[in-house]
Nanobody, 123 residues
Framework: QVQLGESGGGLVQIGGSLRLSCTVS????????MGWFRQAPEKGREFVAL????????AYADSVKGRFTLSRDGAKNTVYLQMTSLKPEDTAVYYC????????????????WGQGTQVTVSS
């Protein structure tokens, strides 16, 4: 079973950058595509980005395309979401999760959700 845990959130100014990390255990037993979602206050959980099993990004939400970038470390132990040109609307709790099957932007297509990490973009 894949287990995930997010880190790297914090407070950043508008236009700034932040890199989120998702540590992965059990990957040898479950090599899954990895998705990022976010949930702003009083909003539903929203798709952000999906990296394929081969380490090549599959999709980015239109709202983050060109600003957010997916990557992995050499050991394939951690996946990253590099966020640049941050906007107030990026403020949310960010989650990573393992893709299982189904529509890629639907939360029901994922399991093994991490605990989330808070990102706050100040003005």
């Amino acid at each position: 079973q894949v287990q995930l845990g997010e880190s790297g959130g914090g407070l950043v100014q508008i236009g700034g950058s932040l890199r989120l990390s998702c540590t992965v255990s059990g990957l040898i037993y479950r090599n899954s595509a990895m998705g990022w979602f976010r949930q702003a206050p009083e909003k539903g959980r929203e798709f952000v980005a999906l990296m394929g099993r081969n380490g090549i990004p599959i999709a980015y939400a239109d709202s983050v395309k060109g600003r957010f970038t997916l990557s992995r470390d050499g050991a394939k132990n951690t996946v990253y979401l590099q966020m640049t040109s941050l906007k107030p609307e990026d403020t949310a709790v960010y989650y990573c999760a393992a893709y299982q099957s189904g529509i890629y932007y639907s939360i029901s297509s994922y399991n093994n959700w991490g605990q989330g990490t808070q990102v706050t973009v100040s003005s």
